[in-house]
């Protein structure tokens, strides 16, 4: 059975009531739909998506990148042999094998001519959105690309967000906004590090901090609305994000109210979890489309790491809106299938409420929510991965963490063995570098 979902018909109604209906009609249509971990065939994405909406029009707004474009790298994996991917940390007479890799597997990209290349030898392509910003890049950029812009048009001075104490998200935010003159306010989850440091370090630097007590923090949206509150006083006025009609027409604010006695404060959510966030996704997708980079004719199943799980939303999003012949699996990292499900839905239903001006049926996107290789409490490391993470690095010249990345350089690498040839199997690098300043910190040794 098809572990795809679909999204009924609707028809033009109030924004409020819309977003209920197709929230509740997702709920229906997907009920009792289970995540399955196999491999999964990639065949020619259902089209109900194409002409629900114009993307050419849709993207034509204002940006906070230049350019959608950035740097792709193919990864041939080298010396495998009979070995597969494995689950788990185990010995045999091959060697050992971390995590689902081996230690002795060799790695080589594009530009690499250490080792020779056999034309039979899985490979695997890596969208290098690292590669972004010198200390900000990846798919946190993505989502502000469209979002910070939408910021100053609603004219914030303040904007409030919420995150761990090594957010990447946070960081992203705060140096975007002080860059045009907003300024952040982050609510960090936990107690303040003994060394600032990595994105912690960032958020101090590019906004200002407030560490919230776990307790607290538990829940998000009274957290924000009393910290946004405060901020904006008396006379101010709060805004959150993912309730504003995003109407690239309306004319960007002249100037931010941040000298004024009146502020404007606008909350944007954990992640960037708002609809306006996945529209410089479905700018990246659109890019790989293009036939300089893979195309729109070929199967491709693109694999992205999955902490709130937007990127992966917005990913399958674009595919389904372009008509693509590709699928997503989003490895799982913080939660379970229901609570990204949910999330998945109230995400879809923002964004047919901001966006979608005309009917369209059977509404599917095309992505697969997968465990990791390993499953763990989020945040765990176990032991060898951050040496795999050093292996990697001095291979190819890709840093990866194992909090993140790896988890989906390892979901690549199994399919790249499993389905050699069937379809071109993609990464999304979604950055995080600084987190390993970090994971210093918690595990001195291994660095």
């Known amino acids: 059975m098809s572990s ?6 609707f028809a033009p109604q109030s924004p409020r009531l819309l977003k209920r ?3 509740a009609s997702l709920v229906r249509t997907c009920a009792g739909a289970r995540t399955q971990t196999s491999a999964c065939d990639v065949t020619s994405c259902p089209a109900e998506w194409s002409g629900v909406l114009d993307v050419e029009k849709l993207l034509s707004r204002p940006w906070l990148m230049p350019q959608p474009g950035t740097e792709i790298t193919k990864i041939s994996i080298e010396d495998i042999s009979e070995a597969t991917v494995r689950p788990r940390l185990e010995s045999s007479s091959r060697g050992r094998i971390l995590h689902g890799l081996r230690e002795e597997s060799r790695y080589s990209n594009a530009q690499n001519a250490r080792f020779e290349h056999r034309g039979d030898s899985p490979e695997f392509h890596i969208v290098r959105d690292d590669l972004l910003h010198p200390l900000l890049g990846g798919n946190k950029l993505r989502k502000m690309d469209a979002l910070i812009p939408e910021l ?9 967000t919420c995150g761990g104490s090594q957010s990447a998200h946070t960081a992203a935010l705060a140096f975007a906004c002080s860059e045009r003159g907003m300024s952040a306010h982050l609510l960090l989850r936990g107690e303040r590090p003994a060394i600032p440091t990595g994105y912690n370090l960032l958020c101090g630097m590019f906004g200002h901090v407030t560490y919230i007590p776990r307790s607290e923090y538990a829940d998000r949206a009274g957290m924000l609305s009393k910290y946004a509150s405060q901020i904006a006083g008396s006379r101010g006025s709060v805004i959150w994000l993912d309730e504003e009609e995003c109407d690239p027409n309306s004319p960007i604010a002249a100037e931010s109210k941040a000298d004024s006695r009146e502020r404007n404060v606008v909350v944007v959510k954990e992640g960037a979890g708002d609809a306006i966030a996945l529209l410089g996704l479905i700018r990246l997708v659109q890019f790989l489309s293009n036939p300089a980079a893979f195309g729109r004719d070929d199967p491709v199943h693109l694999v ?3 902490g709130t799980g937007t990127t992966a939303v917005g990913v399958a999003l674009a595919i389904a809106l372009l008509g693509l012949p590709w699928k997503v699996t989003a490895v799982m990292l913080a939660d379970s299938v229901e609570n990204y499900e949910k999330h998945r839905l109230r995400l879809v239903a923002d964004f047919c409420t901001k966006f979608c001006s005309s ?3 059977g509404l599917v996107l095309p992505l697969r929510w997968e465990q990791r290789i390993n499953p763990r409490k989020f945040g765990k490391v176990f032991p060898g991965e951050i040496e795999t993470c050093r292996s990697i690095a001095r291979q190819t010249g890709i840093l990866l963490d194992p909090i993140y990345t790896l988890a989906a350089w390892q979901s690549a690498v199994k399919l790249s063995v499993e389905r050699r040839g069937a379809s071109r199997v993609v990464m999304l690098h979604t950055g995080g570098t600084l987190g390993l300043f970090g994971l210093a910190q918690r595990f001195p040794a291994e660095f």
Do not use: F
């Not at 795809?4 to 018909?9: F, I, K, P, R, T």
């Not at 100053?152 to 409030?160: E, K, M, P």
């Open 4 to 9: 795809w979902c679909s999204v009924s018909a």
């Open 21 to 23: 209906n197709i929230a």
């Open 152 to 160: 100053q048009r609603l004219g914030a001075s303040d904007v409030v």
């Open 304 to 306: 992205v790491d999955t």
């Open 359 to 361: 009917p369209a049926e």
